[in-house]
């Protein structure tokens, strides 16, 4: 069973560091929805809000 592990870790790391981008993106967009869920305050949403349609507008 350990040996299964580590093989999954070593795969793991190995596809993070081949997908190096993606991976970063992955992390933050987590890290951004964790912070909405538990975190976020109504000041803050109301901040994210405005960046949101901001940045809306510059992907149109």
């Not at 970063?24 to 960046?51: G, H, M, P, Q, V």
């Amino acid at each position: 069973m350990a040996e299964n592990t580590t093989t999954q870790a070593s795969a793991n790391k190995k596809w993070e560091e081949k997908n190096k981008e993606y991976s970063n993106y992955l992390k933050s967009r987590s890290s951004a929805r964790s912070f909405i869920k538990n975190k976020a305050t109504l000041e803050d949403l109301e901040e994210l809000e405005s960046l949101i349609k901001i940045r809306r507008e510059e992907l149109k």
